[in-house]
């Protein structure tokens, strides 16, 4: 059908709209007629153009637009995944089995490196747990002499597993710097860990490994640790250590 009003158009328009006036010489109405269809020609290419520019730009617009909304349903679809896996994996924190907190606490970690933009929510979490299951202790450090001295303490599994997490993240933007304040954590392993600005104000450290962990602006404010777990350099870029109380390795208490 398309076709065939072409031809009419291109065809036999033209011998129509040459007929007024009337030339009687057939060379100059030949003319006339080609003129004429060479024209219309023209105006159907030009309309076609028109038309294909036409739609094109709709074509562009509904890609755009449906691109536009695929990517908004895999946003949405990615922010539901996230936060049912934080959710799990802070309900396992709570359970009564060590293997499943353990397995809620790596989960936790691998959430922050495949979201970090969820990483300062997630380490508040994790620090809140530490506060929560290796409190401050009221029990003194120094033993009478001629005691002999108990076997090494060290932070319950779940909490050491939270500090080497938090030891090893990588900082982001918009990040909090870790709350771990009047908290226990003799015997802990903090060996190279990342606690720039931690809030370590009143929490004990005897006999914690803090070799080459990296404490600048860290608050050691009533901090307790044993002499000397940091070096002077770890000391001259921390702050409030003028009220950190400093106790003998056990080996010495004898």
């Known amino acids: 059908m398309a076709v065939a009003a072409l031809v009419v158009v291109v065809w036999v328009l033209p011998s129509v709209l040459t007929r007024h006036p009337q030339l009687d010489n057939p060379a100059e109405r030949h003319k006339a007629v080609t003129d004429t269809r060479t024209g219309l020609v023209a105006m159907l290419a030009a309309i076609g153009a028109a038309g294909g520019l036409a739609y094109t730009a709709r074509t562009y617009r509904l890609g755009q637009e449906n691109h536009r909304l695929s990517q908004e349903t895999y946003r949405l679809s990615r922010e539901g995944h996230i936060t049912d896996r934080f959710s799990k994996a802070v309900k396992q924190l709570g359970n009564e089995k060590i293997e499943v907190r353990l397995g809620g606490i790596y989960a936790l970690e691998r959430l922050m490196h495949d979201n970090p ?95 080459e962990a990296t404490l600048t602006s860290a608050n050691l404010y009533e901090a307790t640790l044993t002499d000397r777990s940091l070096t002077d350099k770890q000391l001259a870029t921390a702050e409030n250590t003028d009220e950190i109380s400093w106790v003998p390795p056990s080996w010495q208490s004898g």
């Open 117 to 211: 933009a969820d990483q300062p929510t997630i380490m508040e979490t994790l620090a809140a747990f530490v506060r929560q299951h290796a409190p401050h202790s009221s029990r003194p450090v120094l033993l009478a002499r001629g005691t002999p001295p108990p076997a090494p303490y060290h932070p319950a599994e779940d909490v050491q597993a939270v500090l080497t997490v938090l030891g090893r993240r990588h900082p982001v933007d918009g990040e909090r710097p870790i709350d771990l304040s009047r908290t226990n954590l003799t015997g802990a392993n903090l060996l190279g860990a990342n606690l720039i600005g931690a809030d370590l104000f009143g929490a004990t450290l005897t006999g914690a490994n803090l070799y």
